[in-house]
């Protein structure tokens, strides 16, 4: 499966390491592929001990880079997201209109990425049954007015 390019190939390997961490079902730009490395695990000491990352421009090259390195995870994207949803308690859905920068595990980046109409046509009063197939991309969406 091929991933989406970053959004700023000169801005990989300048985020902060802090993100938080999943969740909020929708994403507007890829920023970076991370692959964690973990001394305690093989991976060569680049950080007193401490855990670390690589950031790459593309999943191919941030795959490769885990598989070839020993106490390497498996990638994960650094994903911008302008609007998301939060789910306070099970099936209780909030629309949070603030900016965060999150880690998904890429799989992740499978669902379509997020448009104007994603998060209202899943709130809507009208959304079929299962709306989470509005975020897998498989729902019809609400037409626009």
Known sequence: MRFPDVLDTSLVGTYSASAAAGGGYTWDAVLEYRVWC????????EAEGSDYFHAFASHAEALAFSRRTRGAEAPLALVLQEEHLDEPSPGRYVHVKERRVTEWPVD????PRRTSRT????LASDAPAHRLDILRGIAPRTPTT
């Open 108 to 111: 992740f980046l499978t669902r």
């Open 38 to 45: 973990h001394p305690e695990s093989g991976a060569p000491d």
């Open 119 to 122: 998060i209202p046509d899943f």
